[in-house]
């Protein structure tokens, strides 16, 4: 049971000396057995809200806290960070950011060893909790070898394994793919039939669809609308526009998503591929990732790729970006064979990790470490157009997840590079930033540069891809293809 009456919080910003109120009179009750999902735009406190009922605000982040949060009838401010763990348990936005140990059998043990429980009982519940999201044949796998979404779904697994009776799952399907969306949709399923309380913070939301029990919209800090579930999806999507939430109407599987623009291994009319990849291999050791790869990518255009978690995406990415060396095969730039220096001057690249690629210690000056142009009134410029531009003194490192993936697009438009590579642009992002994403996607393109996106997205892709590649696993379809 989780109760949270009258709570705010404020606190005084290290870098511009400013009261923040970050949160302003939330009240939520939620009962066991019931899934409460919580939305609204980046930055409107959903995140803040999570973390007081963690208990890291205010124990972790100093400020003014009012009102009391109670969960399983223990007001919060009298449970020792250490016991939190007994009340709750969390799943944050970034996976990496809350592993402690080498493997995921080891990571899922963790919390359990910790806490000094039953040897047979731990591995039993980790176990469990591993078939239960799928991942059962990848407990010996190291962490560092898997992909994004492989990283979401261990985070939940280790969730689920610490038998805690609150779960606090923040942007749990951010990096998955549509069948391990479906996956976790299935986990919280039986989780409520077991009398889990659970409360979800998204931006994706047609997942939810008969399994959320009340909806809460946050704007500034408060809840300013309250649904119940069948009320929160049965909104028109003229009401769902303009509360600025994003589909609530599942996007299909990828072969859905592109239906009517074009085929990416299938040559333009009159039109030369910007990159072009011929029989590409690549294989970690002695474990092929793909085989057989061509594709055409014309400038111009935008290209989404799809496919499964861990199906080589982003190892693909790193090739034709010139960060890895393919086994075999060939890749040419406007009908030139490259080398991988050669790729790595035409290609900006924008990681799915995008805290990795941000080395400057304000917004501004991080747009210029790779355009020197990008400066003053053309800096100015470029960060308001991803609504930025009142951050521009800021520190990158302290921005949200969704605020670095907006300014590292940024940086890489400021570059003008022929080949514009985004792995994950749309993770963490809402409505209205995924519309600011897909146009600005679309001007890079129709000012000449090929543009190659990552995407587990069907809303993004749908409105802003020409072309669709979906990669599929060998040990299912033999050599990887370019599938439209």
């Keep these: 049971m989780i109760e949270v009456e009258s709570l705010s919080f404020s606190y005084v910003s290290e870098l511009t000396g400013d009261r923040v109120d970050a949160l302003t009179g939330v009240d939520l009750s939620a009962r066991p057995g019931s899934l409460t999902l919580v939305c609204g735009s980046s930055g409107c406190g959903k995140s803040t809200?999570?973390?007081?009922?963690?208990?890291?605000?205010?124990?972790?982040?100093?400020?003014?806290?009012?009102?009391?949060?109670?969960?399983?009838?223990?007001?919060?401010?009298?449970?020792?960070?250490?016991?939190?763990?007994?009340?709750?348990?969390?799943?944050?936005?970034?996976?990496?950011?809350?592993?402690?140990?080498?493997?995921?059998?080891?990571?899922?043990?963790?919390?359990?060893?910790?806490?000094?429980?039953?040897?047979?009982?731990?591995?039993?519940?980790?176990?469990?909790?591993?078939?239960?999201?799928?991942?059962?044949?990848?407990?010996?796998?190291?962490?560092?070898?898997?992909?994004?979404?492989?990283?979401?779904?261990?985070?939940?697994?280790?969730?689920?394994?610490?038998?805690?009776?609150?779960?606090?799952?923040?942007?749990?399907?951010?990096?998955?793919?549509?069948?391990?969306?479906?996956?976790?949709?299935?986990?919280?399923?039986?989780?409520?039939?077991?009398?889990?309380?659970?409360?979800?913070?998204?931006?994706?939301?047609?997942?939810?669809?008969?399994?959320?029990?009340?909806?809460?919209?946050?704007?500034?800090?408060?809840?300013?609308?309250?649904?119940?579930?069948?009320?929160?999806?049965?909104?028109?999507?003229?009401?769902?526009?303009?509360?600025?939430?994003?589909?609530?109407?599942?996007?299909?599987?990828?072969?859905?998503?592109?239906?009517?623009?074009?085929?990416?291994?299938?040559?333009?009319?009159?039109?030369?591929?910007?990159?072009?990849?011929?029989?590409?291999?690549?294989?970690?050791?002695?474990?092929?990732?793909?085989?057989?790869?061509?594709?055409?990518?014309?400038?111009?255009?935008?290209?989404?790729?799809?496919?499964?978690?861990?199906?080589?995406?982003?190892?693909?990415?790193?090739?034709?970006?010139?960060?890895?060396?393919?086994?075999?095969?060939?890749?040419?730039l406007d009908g030139q064979e490259v080398s991988c220096r050669q790729r790595r001057l035409a290609c900006a690249l924008v990681m799915q990790d995008t805290g990795r690629q941000l080395f400057s210690d304000t917004l501004a000056g991080e747009l210029t470490i790779g355009a020197s142009e990008a400066s003053g009134e053309a800096g100015e410029k470029l960060l308001a157009d991803f609504d930025l531009a009142h951050l521009g003194d800021r520190h990158p490192l302290s921005l949200s997840g969704g605020q670095k993936q907006r300014l590292v697009i940024a940086a890489a438009r400021a570059t003008g590079r022929p080949v514009v590579i985004l792995d994950e642009p749309t993770s963490g992002v809402d409505a209205r930033h995924l519309g600011s994403i897909t146009a600005t996607l679309r001007r890079i393109a129709d000012e000449g540069a090929s543009v190659i996106v990552v995407t587990h997205d069907g809303e993004f892709a749908s409105a802003c891809a020409d072309r669709l590649i979906t990669l599929t696993p060998m040990r299912e379809a033999g050599p990887n293809e370019g599938d439209q």
């Design 49 to 332: 809200l999570m973390r007081a009922l963690t208990g890291l605000v205010p124990q972790m982040t100093p400020g003014q806290l009012e009102g009391a949060v109670r969960i399983s009838g223990r007001d919060l401010s009298d449970v020792p960070l250490t016991e939190v763990g007994h009340l709750c348990s969390s799943v944050f936005q970034n996976p990496r950011t809350q592993f402690f140990c080498d493997t995921v059998a080891e990571e899922l043990a963790f919390c359990g060893e910790n806490y000094g429980r039953n040897r047979e009982n731990l591995i039993e519940s980790s176990e469990r909790a591993a078939k239960l999201m799928g991942i059962y044949n990848l407990m010996d796998r190291k962490l560092s070898t898997l992909s994004g979404g492989q990283l979401q779904k261990v985070a939940l697994a280790c969730a689920l394994a610490s038998g805690a009776p609150v779960l606090l799952a923040d942007e749990p399907t951010s990096n998955l793919d549509p069948d391990a969306i479906a996956d976790v949709r299935h986990a919280l399923e039986i989780l409520k039939e077991q009398g889990m309380t659970i409360v979800v913070v998204e931006h994706r939301l047609h997942f939810l669809r008969g399994l959320a029990d009340q909806v809460l919209l946050m704007e500034e800090g408060a809840v300013t609308h309250r649904w119940s579930g069948d009320q929160f999806y049965s909104m028109s999507d003229g009401q769902r526009k303009s509360f600025g939430l994003r589909t609530l109407v599942d996007p299909g599987p990828p072969e859905a998503w592109v239906a009517s623009r074009g085929e990416a291994g299938v040559a333009a009319p009159g039109k030369e591929a910007r990159l072009s990849c011929r029989n590409l291999a690549f294989s970690y050791g002695k474990t092929p990732v793909f085989s057989g790869f061509n594709a055409d990518f014309y400038a111009g255009e935008i290209t989404c790729i799809a496919g499964v978690n861990g199906v080589g995406k982003t190892t693909l990415v790193r090739v034709l970006c010139g960060l890895a060396a393919p086994a075999s095969g060939t890749i040419t």
